[in-house]
């Protein structure tokens, strides 16, 4: 009985660590059903009487659907080419020996320790004088090339533990490197790299800094920028319809991460074993 005291205990701390996590999502799920006036006697209090009326206000008002598929693709575009681009240094650094690879890997590396406000001037210098500024092209390359660094770790940790024979089964057969990345490592690699899609398109997706830096037209705004205009002018009088946005914001991430759960876990411990 005794040994079970711990994991009671562990149990009990994790269950407080959710809650408090989760709470600010459900009471923000709980404002956005309320009225105003319910709000503002109790905003803690339960909804008396539920109302969907702030959700398709703002999906009308924002034009919701336009954002939704603004987010999905700057996610969608934006991971699979920082995919692509992470793919082909990583089978370098994991297949062959590289005059001081390692340090080069490093400095690579480093970037991910970057935070997003020490490259903005840069970046936006970079998009106005291409004519990328305000544009979909120029955000989906900054999220493809700011995403790179995390593909190419996770894609050569993968690659590294591939067994070697079957590289060797194909130089045998005539494969050039590019075939035998095409052909072999790409095929194996499919696990690591849905999940390197998954996080990122869940990071892109959560976004918001570059977006409300080089985006300022309605137009091509997702989904973190495009509901700021909730919280000016006239619009800002509604604590319902802020809340409401937050959440349908949110919903497809979240859902695309429930049934995502396991392909990611899988993958991420796929090829953590040596063969």
Request: aromatic share 12%; charged share 10%.
């Amino acid at each position: 009985m005794l040994y079970r005291i711990p994991k009671l205990v562990c149990t009990g701390i994790l269950f407080v660590v959710a809650g408090i996590w989760i709470y600010p999502f459900i009471l923000t799920i709980i404002t956005s059903l309320k009225t105003e006036d319910e709000i503002i006697a109790d905003p803690m209090a339960l909804p008396m009487h539920a109302s969907l009326n702030a959700y398709s206000t703002v999906w009308n008002v924002l034009n919701f659907g336009q954002l939704i598929g603004n987010s999905v693709l700057y996610a969608a575009v934006g991971s699979l080419l920082a995919l692509v681009l992470a793919a082909f240094p990583s089978y370098a650094f994991s297949r062959f020996h590289i005059p001081a690879g390692r340090t080069l890997f490093i400095i690579l590396l480093m970037t991910l320790m970057l935070p997003q406000q020490t490259v903005i001037i840069p970046l936006y210098n970079v998009l106005n004088q291409s004519g990328l500024l305000n544009t979909q092209q120029g955000l989906i390359l900054v999220h493809a090339v700011y995403g790179m660094p995390f593909e190419m770790l996770l894609l050569t940790g993968f690659m590294a533990n591939l067994p070697r024979e079957l590289e060797g089964s194909a130089r045998v057969d005539g494969c050039s490197d590019l075939g035998v990345l095409r052909h072999i490592i790409l095929p194996l690699s499919v696990p690591a790299m849905v999940v390197g899609f998954t996080l990122n398109f869940i990071a892109i997706w959560k976004e918001f800094i570059f977006a409300l830096t080089f985006l300022n037209t309605q137009s091509v705004l997702p989904i973190t920028t495009g509901i700021l205009r909730l919280t000016v002018s006239q619009y800002f009088t509604s604590f319902s319809l802020p809340a409401a946005a937050v959440i349908l914001a949110q919903l497809p991430i979240v859902v695309l991460y429930i049934f995502a759960y396991r392909w990611i876990t899988q993958g991420l411990y796929a090829g953590a074993v040596k063969n």
